[in-house]
């Protein structure tokens, strides 16, 4: 009868360990920029906007906050759309942050039609919508 609570005690244990790994090891962000104050270190998912008013995430002005972000790892890095957008804003997207990574994106996430969806599928983006573990910068 002591086994068997030793056991049921273990396996407790393993679940309690394994979901708090899981909550540390894939959490994310989302709408972030480098105008924004946003503490993004501890994140696996980032997030980020590639337009904020007049400026754009490829701007000279953002090149050393774009290094930060990529050395900041590991984590992944992806397109997040706030608003619902046209197919050639999302390809306006793709270009900014082929422009600020020297690399394609993977991921997007955000405001998207079906419309967009298929361009994303068409374009190889790879959407995520589960929101688990998700918060917003401000």
Same mark, same amino acid.
């Given at each position: ?21 899981? !909550? ?11 105008? !924004? ?13 590639? !337009? ?19 050395? *900041?790892?590991?984590? @992944? ?28 994106? *993977?991921?997007? @996430?955000? *405001? ?9 599928? @068409?374009?190889?983006?790879?959407? !995520? ?10």
């Amino acid at each position: 009868m002591n086994g068997i609570w030793i056991w049921f005690i273990v396996i407790i244990v393993i679940i309690v360990a394994v979901v708090l790994y899981y !909550k540390k090891t894939y959490n994310q962000i989302a709408n972030v920029y480098p105008t !924004k104050d946003c503490n993004y270190q501890d994140y696996y998912y980032l997030w980020l906007n590639m !337009k904020d008013g007049d400026t754009t995430l490829a701007d000279q002005a953002y090149n050393q906050w774009n290094t930060d972000v990529l050395l *900041s790892g590991p984590n @992944r890095i992806g397109i997040y759309v706030s608003d619902p957008v046209s197919n050639d804003v999302l390809a306006e997207y793709v270009d900014i942050y082929n422009k600020a990574f020297n690399f394609d994106p *993977s991921y997007i @996430r955000g *405001s998207l039609s079906d419309e967009n969806k298929n361009w994303c599928k @068409r374009n190889g983006l790879q959407i !995520k919508s589960g929101t688990s573990n998700l918060s917003y910068c401000n």
